[in-house]
């Protein structure tokens, strides 16, 4: 079992305040060492300015997914509504069968939620950490916990769902609400980013690390407020415990990647990431690493024989 303690050290365990620093005073390189030596960091108040317009087109998603739910298909992961939401299956005793996991909000339909990825101070970090060329990885992702026992997402490793070629995107996850130890705050294991990738088991919200190896107990809660960022490392172990708050917990995730990089394995749970390990699978991926490629954000792309 790994220590409950992660400390990097061998005296005292890391706290949230080794992890933050603030917007107003954000300077670019205490973060990069500060992301670079524990594999996450936390940014206080990096989206405060965005936070109103992007929970008005939550709220309004989240109506559209509800109201397509009775035309949504069963999926592996469970179940796609029409406009591209997924839902889980619902609690005990909540009013649906399904709830709502991920919601359809990306960077084509919300300029609130692009101008989160846009953020200068965030692309100064990424810049520093995975560029200088940098794009963004996919098209923004929205995780929303329903309120009264809303889905927990195991521990786990990023890097478990879209193993990349070079280093992988760090990600940047923004509480859109006050979030807490009752509505789902992200746990995060500092220094797990040189853990390399572990195995992954199948889990109620898809790839999850074994809960026997890796207990809530081995991970940090971060509490924070509508508007904090908290930067991870693909490898670092994170996840969320389930929303026992009376509103809903959205949060959005932007993931910054160097401009070269692409994903060799890509899966969400364990059998089928399994198939997509094999060699003729990672070759067939890689061959799409041109149609992989993400709006640039920073620096540039130059032309190459690979397209
Ligand atoms: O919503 C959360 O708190 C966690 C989301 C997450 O870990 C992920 O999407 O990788």
Redesign the pocket.
Known sequence: MPAASTASSATAPITVVDLEIHAATFDADRAAAIYREHGCLVVRGLASAQVDALNRDIATAAQQAIALLPRATKIVEGWATPDGSLFLPAPAGFARDQQIMLLPINYRNSAAFLQTALVPEALDLAERVVGPDVELFMEG?V?Y?EPVGGHP?HL?Q?AAYFEHRLDGPM?T?IYCVDTDLVN?A?HVVPGSHRQGLLAHVTTFSHLGLDEQAWPWECALPIVGKAGDAIFFHVQTI???KENHGAAPRP?V?NRYRNANDYVVVSATTAENRSQAESDAARKAMAQRRVQQRGLLVRGSRRWSDDG
Request: proline residues 0%.
């Open positions: 992702q995780v916990k997402k786990h990023d990600a996850l789902g992200l994170h996840g969320s949060v995730i």
